[in-house]
């Protein structure tokens, strides 16, 4: 199996590649600064002829970082384009023959999930590299997903010590209300994304989390 990247604790940051493009790599090369945990590309392109060159366009940013650089449900594009993993929104129903491929690639997996403790269950023998829970607040970049119960996200924490992500509507504001939780990292989008300084707001938002786990 070939050594890939890892996923470690922090700022986890997701990217909409609908965003005005000069905008969007303005707010890129802000937010790399900061070293986020991981760098997710929504799959929100506005037109397929502008996968390829935003994608090497955004790898070019992140080259040397060292921070892993993964796709929204296409594991066939952590191939064609040298990525470093595929987060799915849900668990994929072929991951039993998909998966073990990836891994064979090095290459990470994780999955979004939410209240049903099945499914939960399921990534979890899936041997996904994390599960990011979604949507912890009302969100609008999130608004297809129901409210997780903090008491889900507890109960998962008890059964594996594989990563676990919170994610939607986590702004500087609602963190302190993860205080009773045990995680490791959050997912944001437009709370870095579309800051005046991106560098900052993750910045911002790694004191608050490691203020939390004190």
């Not at 760098?39 to 090497?56: G, H, R, Y």
């Not at 899936?126 to 997780?148: G, H, I, R």
């Not at 919170?166 to 504001?173: E, K, N, R």
Request: aromatic share 8%; charged share 20%; with cysteine.
């Amino acid at each position: 199996m070939k050594k890939g990247a890892k996923i470690n604790s922090g700022i986890y940051l997701v990217i909409d590649p609908s965003m005005e493009e000069s905008q969007l790599i303005e707010s890129l090369e802000k937010a790399i600064s900061a070293k986020p945990c991981a760098l997710q590309i929504w799959d929100n392109f506005q037109s397929p002829e502008k996968v390829a060159p935003l994608i090497c366009k955004m790898k070019a940013i992140c080259r040397g970082s060292g921070i892993p650089i993964l796709i929204n449900n296409h594991p066939e594009w952590t191939e064609l384009f040298e990525l470093d993993g595929v987060h799915f929104d849900e668990l994929p129903p072929d991951h039993y023959k998909s998966f073990p491929k990836l891994r064979q690639q090095g290459k990470l997996i994780g999955v979004t999930i939410n209240n049903d403790f099945d499914l939960i269950q399921d990534a979890i023998q899936a041997k996904v590299d994390y599960l990011s829970f979604c949507s912890m607040f009302p969100s609008s970049t999130a608004n297809s997903c129901d409210l997780v119960e903090f008491e889900t996200v507890q109960k998962t924490r008890k059964l594996t010590s594989i990563p676990i992500f919170l994610a939607g509507g986590i702004s500087t504001q609602s963190i302190a209300q993860l205080k009773p939780l045990e995680f490791d990292g959050i997912a944001v989008v437009s709370g870095v994304m579309k800051a005046a300084d991106p560098g900052k707001a993750i910045s911002q938002y790694q004191k608050l989390l490691t203020e939390l786990k004190k």
